[in-house]
């Protein structure tokens, strides 16, 4: 029987080092720097989507005051959202 219980024990280590490691490898993923140079990645390698993306910066460059409005209202609506976002629902807290 102790050498069942050693060899759960040993499963139990593995499954959880298992586990941190793709709760690592989620959490990497998800940074934003991650995001962001995956999203660079694929507009370089997609010609058409390059094209898309250096008309669009011209377009802004060229026209500053505009895309400066839309920021601005984007802001604007954000925040109004995070105030008068509802409450979230009391987490129930676990019995020790």
């Not at 029987?1 to 993923?29: L, V, Y």
């Not at 370089?44 to 377009?59: H, P, S, Y």
């Not at 920021?71 to 995070?82: I, K």
């Amino acid at each position: 029987m102790a050498g069942s219980t050693n060899e759960i024990e040993r499963e139990i280590e593995q499954a959880r080092a298992g586990m941190t490691r793709a709760a690592a490898e989620i959490e990497r993923r998800l940074q934003p720097e991650t995001l962001v140079d995956n999203a660079l990645g694929l507009f370089q390698r997609n010609g058409q989507a390059r094209a898309i993306v250096d008309e669009v910066t011209d377009l802004a460059l060229r026209n500053p005051v505009p895309v400066l409005m839309i920021g601005l209202g984007l802001a604007w609506l954000a925040l109004d959202f995070s105030r008068h976002r509802p409450p979230a629902p009391p987490v129930a807290k676990a019995r020790p």
